[in-house]
């Protein structure tokens, strides 16, 4: 078989415990996002406008959505003969197997795949970022500085970069220092979770931290930090196109906002970057004769009866008459009854909002958003507090 340049590995099987009810059911990745996609689509889209064509989604926690949403990868052409996606779960070897550590150990554990398409070089991705990135562009600048590592960086505010890996690097890119996570970071320079290592390289840091009993088995805490004080050749690639870790439900929200407007900060319609997903065939979105919609996204199969302001709203999704959307995202399949008011809300697959009740507060803003789970039921005439979680009762 014909040797790849380079293979990329995602990592999709976080829990996403800051996502709170809208992962307890599903993985991360398989949250929707932007009227009819998911997160995962993001990465795999840029996989697609980058020529790689082998793909390992590494799931742990709560794949079954997730996998059976991937498929065979047919809307991200990685439908291959020779390479394409595969989902790899934890490895069960004759020795016994075991959950993913870390994310270093998730790669680890998957190292027969890396010997099964012998490349280059390995692309290391996050699925929980929202994104478009030509990862060709970071290869090439890889394979040219002979880089053993090269980490994509974005600046970040001041203020938010302790939620960050921080590097500082060099004029010619070489990075020269790096924390995870710093309580004083002296750099506003972020890691994206997005790495290129030489698949020599990775395979035997990868082998010497499992060895190591004191390890987490984490790129950040452990193989970062242990390749730089070696003396490794690690660059740094700066991007300065539009980026989000959606890792809590403000930052998903705030995500979805960004899409609206006459001029969104994040572009979803630009057809020479298009982002695929899987989307069931539904009939067009209806806005009755007493529906009314401004500044929002709608997918198919939507039915609009009521009022929709500056919401995202996914497919199969039905807003019966009187009722009033605001500043909120609407996930696929869910039932926004008569005279129901939604402000500041995210609203889960599946959910049943009966007629009549409230949900959140108009005077409060994004600090204090509604979150209903998937599946979940309010039921007529009642009101849910802005800042409060509604689960399914089992």
Request: glycine share 10%.
């Amino acid at each position: 078989m014909k040797k790849k340049r380079c293979i990329a590995m995602l990592l999709a099987g976080g829990q996403g415990t800051r996502l709170y009810a809208l992962t307890s059911l599903i993985a991360k990745p398989a949250v929707s996002f932007g009227s009819k996609y998911r997160i995962i689509d993001f990465p795999l889209s840029n996989c697609a406008h980058s020529n790689i064509d082998t793909v390992g989604v590494l799931t742990q926690y709560q794949p079954l959505i997730l996998n059976e949403y991937i498929g065979a990868g047919e809307p991200w052409d990685l439908d291959r003969t020779y390479g394409g996606v595969h989902t790899l779960p934890p490895y069960q070897a004759k020795e016994g197997g075991e959950w993913y550590k870390g994310t270093a150990n998730a790669i680890y554990q998957n190292l027969h795949f890396l010997d099964e398409y012998d490349s280059e070089y390995v692309l290391i991705l996050s699925g929980d970022h929202i994104y478009k990135m030509d990862y060709a562009l970071m290869i090439a600048e890889h394979e040219r500085n002979d880089a053993d590592c090269t980490i994509a960086v974005i600046n970040v505010p001041k203020e938010e970069a302790s939620r960050f890996g921080i590097m500082d690097f060099d004029s010619v890119m070489r990075i020269t220092k790096f924390e995870e996570k710093p309580k004083n970071p002296k750099s506003t320079f972020a890691s994206m979770g997005v790495y290129v290592f030489k698949k020599d390289v990775l395979v035997t840091e990868l082998k010497e931290d499992a060895a190591d009993k004191k390890s987490s088995n984490d790129f950040g805490k452990n193989i970062i930090p242990k390749m730089l004080k070696d003396g490794r050749r690690m660059f740094a690639y700066a991007f300065s196109g539009y980026w989000k870790d959606v890792g809590t439900v403000n930052s998903l929200w705030e995500a979805n906002m960004d899409l609206l407007g006459d001029n969104p900060p994040f572009n979803l319609s630009d057809p020479n970057f298009k982002i695929y997903s899987r989307n069931r065939p539904l009939p067009p979105s209806y806005i009755g004769s007493g529906g009314k919609v401004n500044n929002s996204l709608l997918t198919a199969g939507c039915e609009i009866y009521g009022t929709v302001q500056n919401s995202i709203i996914s497919e199969d999704v039905k807003v019966g008459a009187g009722a009033v959307i605001r500043n909120s995202v609407v996930m696929r399949g869910s039932r926004i009854s008569e005279n129901v008011t939604v402000d500041y809300g995210v609203i889960d697959e599946n959910v049943s909002i009966e007629a009549g009740a409230r949900i959140g507060d108009a005077q409060t803003g994004p600090d204090k958003l509604v979150l209903i789970g998937r599946g979940a039921r309010v039921r007529s005439g009642s009101e849910v507090l802005a800042g409060e979680i509604v689960e399914a009762t089992k």
